[in-house]
């Protein structure tokens, strides 16, 4: 998977608990022509990429844009159809912590590790 760096037509694929930025963030930068928003945790199967198959046929100059986290779940290129593979990229993620709560997350991370 390529990071992103197109423009243009976009399929928006997400399975994240809060797709909401993601998905505005994409609608602000190009034109998104089909959203597909899965549940949080998805577990990425076949008939998902034969959906994405079927979206590129009724979208043929599109690209199919999704997380970061979703391109990692779905798991080795060579189980991503040739054609969502050619035209997959995915959005970076960049992790902010609001006032103190980076320091709230350190302990708490501090804290498992030391029970474990």
């Given at each position: 998977l390529r990071p992103l760096?197109?423009?243009?037509?976009?399929?928006a694929l997400s399975g994240i608990g809060n797709p909401k930025p993601f998905l505005s963030t994409?609608?602000?930068?190009?034109?998104?022509?089909e959203e597909v928003?899965?549940?949080?945790?998805?577990v990425y199967r076949v008939r998902d990429m034969l959906h994405l198959e079927e979206l590129l046929k009724r979208h043929p100059d599109a690209a199919i844009i999704t997380t970061e986290k979703?391109?990692?779940?779905?798991?080795?290129a060579e189980k991503?159809?040739?054609?969502?593979?050619r035209s997959l990229y995915y959005m970076p993620i960049d992790i902010?912590?609001?006032?103190?709560s980076a320091t709230d997350f350190l302990q708490k991370i501090e804290e498992d590790v030391r029970s474990n």
């Open positions: 760096k197109q423009r243009g037509k976009v399929i994409l609608n602000e930068q190009y034109r998104v022509v928003t899965l549940k949080d945790h998805h979703d391109a990692v779940k779905m798991g080795r991503i159809p040739a054609a969502v593979r902010t912590f609001i006032e103190e």
